[in-house]
C-alpha cells in the first residue's frame, strides 16, 4: 500500500479552515479522513473548512455529544467522533463505511476503535504548537490519499 506524508504549519483558526478548504476541494465520494489531535487541536476547525469548499448547507460542529453529524452539500460529509465511546465495538454498529459511502467520512478519535477504520484513508494528525499555530501531518493510506496529498503540494 502506498504511504506518502504532507507536515504543513497554520498559524490561526482561518489557516487551519482554508487548509481544511483546499482539503475539500480534492474530496470525492467514498473518501475517508481520520483526524487525530487532543481536544482544541483544530480537529472541527479543518472540518469546518472542509464543509466549506463542499458548500455544507449548515456550519459544521462538533459532533462529540450525537456521535455523528451529517452535513448535505457538493458531497454528504458524515462526521463523526469517537470520544465518548467506551468500547470500539459500539462503532461496529455504526457501520461508517457503508453508511458514508456515498460521502465524505470523516471521523475524529479513530484510535478509539482502530479495527473499525478503513485501511485506506488520509490520516491527519493535529499537534497545536502555540495558541494560534498547528503543525498538521498527513499521511496518505493507499493511492488515492497519495493522490490527494499531491493534490495539496
Same mark, same amino acid.
Given at each position: 500500500?502506498?504511504?506518502?506524508? !504532507?507536515? #504543513? /504549519?497554520?498559524?490561526?483558526?482561518?489557516?487551519?479552515?482554508? @487548509?481544511?478548504?483546499? $482539503? &475539500?476541494?480534492? =474530496?470525492? *465520494?467514498?473518501?475517508? !479522513?481520520? #483526524? /487525530?489531535?487532543?481536544?482544541?487541536?483544530?480537529?472541527?476547525? @479543518?472540518?469546518?473548512? $472542509? &464543509?466549506?469548499? =463542499?458548500? *455544507?448547507?449548515?456550519?459544521?460542529?462538533?459532533?462529540?455529544?450525537?456521535?455523528?453529524?451529517?452535513?448535505?452539500?457538493?458531497?454528504? $460529509?458524515?462526521?463523526?467522533?469517537?470520544?465518548?465511546?467506551?468500547?470500539?465495538?459500539?462503532?461496529?454498529?455504526?457501520?461508517?463505511?457503508?453508511?458514508?459511502?456515498?460521502?465524505?467520512?470523516?471521523?475524529?478519535?479513530?484510535?478509539?476503535?482502530?479495527?473499525?477504520?478503513?485501511?485506506?484513508?488520509?490520516?491527519?494528525?493535529?499537534?497545536?504548537?502555540?495558541?494560534?499555530?498547528?503543525?498538521?501531518?498527513?499521511?496518505?493510506?493507499?493511492?488515492?490519499?497519495?493522490?490527494?496529498?499531491?493534490?495539496?503540494?
Amino acid at each position: 500500500m502506498s504511504e506518502a506524508t !504532507l507536515v #504543513l /504549519q497554520t498559524t490561526s483558526a482561518e489557516a487551519t479552515k482554508a @487548509l481544511g478548504a483546499r $482539503i &475539500g476541494a480534492l =474530496l470525492r *465520494a467514498g473518501d475517508v !479522513l481520520l #483526524l /487525530q489531535g487532543d481536544l482544541g487541536s483544530g480537529k472541527t476547525t @479543518l472540518t469546518q473548512g $472542509i &464543509g466549506g469548499a =463542499l458548500e *455544507a448547507a449548515e456550519p459544521v460542529k462538533s459532533p462529540t455529544f450525537v456521535l455523528m453529524n451529517e452535513y448535505h452539500g457538493r458531497l454528504t $460529509i458524515y462526521h463523526a467522533d469517537l470520544y465518548r465511546l467506551n468500547d470500539p465495538g459500539e462503532v461496529v454498529d455504526l457501520a461508517l463505511e457503508d453508511v458514508a459511502s456515498d460521502g465524505v467520512l470523516i471521523v475524529e478519535w479513530p484510535d478509539r476503535a482502530p479495527r473499525e477504520m478503513s485501511p485506506e484513508h488520509l490520516h491527519v494528525q493535529l499537534e497545536e504548537v502555540s495558541d494560534d499555530e498547528r503543525s498538521i501531518t498527513m499521511t496518505a493510506h493507499g493511492e488515492r490519499y497519495a493522490e490527494l496529498l499531491a493534490g495539496l503540494r
